[in-house]
């Protein structure tokens, strides 16, 4: 039998993923479970979601050979542009995808969860293209940090409601966004924005995601005359970047999986959101993963400079790769992302997302042959984040 770390039918990873639901749900996430793969893979539906990607998203994004960077890294690095993408990240890329399949199923409203804004921007979007009415949770903490993401939002048209529970950050807004599912089972869509949740979200959201390493299968041949990298690296925050940028090489053992999580103020020091490191299993969000938790099952609340990665659980596939050693997954702490984001921007004239900065501080952690091909996906364009990054840069 050669090995598959493909979901099996019940919609596990081995022991991660299932759907663990409250019963209100049960019939709304069978429906899903029923018909996600059925819509995803009819014609119809990549027709139009392909020339959403292109027209709208604007796909592909670029697989850049980022000259200086290799030097430094000793290898050669391609940079595969999710910051190129509307909305300026990879999100989009998941959104357009559910946006289509809750019309298909005849859905009539929409609801997010969001953490730094950037799904809930994405979301509001879509829905705004698509005239749906669309109601977006968010903690009050990252509100109040995000603001300009929130105007975004409202600007779109969408609803944002912010929610204090909790430490109010994302953990709390998508326990909101579950209880308002809970309330309007029958007529609403619930867009998540990672592989996290029940069964199929995880599988659903990676494989709206797989487009990355479908367009960097073609690209990297095109660069390098042979159609895999030996290494490829992304950030872990649910694990929705990742899942797309290895989709199509995770039974490929000649590619090397380097996940980037982030370590905080330190795995040790009581401030991180080091997950896999840290997790151990149990159920969040519906699906049987790592989760940060005290000895008593109580979530514990994570701490990231980076809100994309500030979540106390990981997407099931990821627990898995973990486990399996499939995946090397290393920390990277605030300081190295901040310093690797400041490198990059003025290395490559390209400021990266704080959660993109992660993958970047990994690449100094791998020692790599001067041959190497190695791919690292920038998840997102560091516009969000230039607030932090002026009060790093004023007091240095
Ligand atoms: C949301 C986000 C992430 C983290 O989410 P994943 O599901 O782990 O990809 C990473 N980078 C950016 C730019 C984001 O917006």
Redesign the pocket.
Known sequence: MTKTYRIDENGYYGRFGGAYVPEILYRCVKELQERYLVELESETFKQTYHRLLCDYAGRPSPLYHAVRLSERTGCRVYLKR??LNHT????INNTIGQILLAQRMGKRRIIAET??G??GVATATVCALMDMPCVVYMGKTDVERQQPNVQRMQMLGATVIPVTSGNMTLKDAANEAIRDWCCHPADTFYII????GPHPYPDM?ARL?SVISEEIKWQILEKEGRDYPDYLI???????????TIYHYINDERVKIVLAEAGGKGVCSGMSAATIRLGREGIIHGARTLVMQDEDGQIEEPYSI?A??D?PGI?PVHAFLYERKRADVLTVDDDEALTAAFELTRMEGII?????AHALGALKKVRFAPTDVVVLTV???GD?DMDTYIRTFMNQ
């Open positions: 999710e910051d300026g990240a990879h999100k953490g730094a950037q799904h924005g990672s592989t996290i959201v995601q992304a950030c872990v925050g649910g694990g929705s970047n990742a899942a797309g980076s994309g990665l979540y997407g990266p997302a704080l959660e993109s998840s997102g364009r969000k």
